[in-house]
């Protein structure tokens, strides 16, 4: 009787990082907010000048919207790269990438009305503008966002519930976040026009970003903590037994 020795390949090999990258919602969205951080980085509007050749304006310029689809990027890049955020069927990640998306938009056509409203100011002065790849690869990804986090949407739809309950501490909690979230950002834009002494636009929003998420945090955890106390000290007592 003779004994098999040949080499026997494993039955499964471990998953990889990346592998469910092969998902189409997943990859889409990763490669959204990677056009979102390429396209902060880049020129958003090209102008010239009687007086100046050639004029740079950046995401980080004036509102600074790269800014903030920047940092939006962050979050959905981790979105993507999250088995478990993609595969969750909580109805806030669920949405996530369809909100963000959305919000995008939004913001791109602000930045597109700001754009044209410097462009015009150029064109006062006897230069002329135009908006550039920077604000149109913004816009692109904000607009694959959008459609691939509504295909998430609809393929899951079966499987979440979207009905809220909300009890009076977690609306407390809520409006403390918020108000907290607004605080630091109110705190970060003080911060940075004290301290920060430079004429860089660039580098004013950098710096207000990187000091902004950590107080932004700071202030939804603090203000729903406050607002679900205050809500709850309002809350009616039960009726005592007999």
């Known amino acids: 009787m003779t004994r098999d020795t040949r080499w026997a390949l494993p039955a499964s090999r471990p998953a990889s990082r990346f592998e469910g990258l092969r998902e189409p919602v997943r990859a889409t969205v990763l490669g959204a907010s990677i056009g979102f951080i390429v396209g902060a980085r880049l020129t958003w509007v090209d102008a010239v000048l009687p007086y100046v050749p050639r004029i740079e304006v950046s995401g980080f310029d004036n509102a600074g919207d790269g800014a903030i689809t920047l940092v939006a990027a962050l979050f959905t890049?981790?979105?993507?790269?999250?088995?478990?955020?993609?595969?969750?069927?909580?109805?806030?990640?669920?949405?996530?990438?369809?909100?963000?998306?959305?919000?995008?938009?939004?913001?791109?056509?602000?930045?597109?009305?700001?754009?044209?409203?410097?462009?015009?100011?150029?064109?006062?002065?006897?230069?002329?503008?135009?908006?550039?790849?920077?604000?149109?690869?913004?816009?692109?990804?904000?607009?694959?966002?959008?459609?691939?986090?509504l295909a998430h949407v609809l393929r899951v739809r079966h499987e979440v519930s979207f009905r809220i309950r909300l009890a009076a501490g977690d609306v407390g909690a809520v409006a403390g976040g918020i108000l907290g979230c607004l605080a630091g950002i109110v705190a970060s834009t003080t911060l940075v026009s004290r301290f920060i002494v430079t004429d860089v636009a660039a580098v004013i929003a950098s710096a207000q970003v990187a000091i902004l998420l950590p107080l932004a945090f700071v202030g939804v955890w603090i203000g729903a903590k406050v607002g679900r106390m205050i809500a709850d000290a309002f809350r009616p007592m039960p009726p005592a037994g007999p």
Request: proline share 3%.
């Open 77 to 149: 890049l981790g979105w993507a790269l999250s088995a478990s955020a993609f595969r969750s069927r909580t109805p806030v990640l669920v949405l996530f990438p369809f909100v963000i998306g959305i919000s995008a938009l939004v913001l791109t056509r602000l930045a597109v009305q700001n754009a044209e409203i410097l462009i015009a100011s150029f064109e006062k002065r006897g230069g002329s503008g135009s908006i550039s790849i920077g604000l149109w690869l913004t816009g692109i990804a904000a607009l694959v966002m959008t459609l691939a986090g």
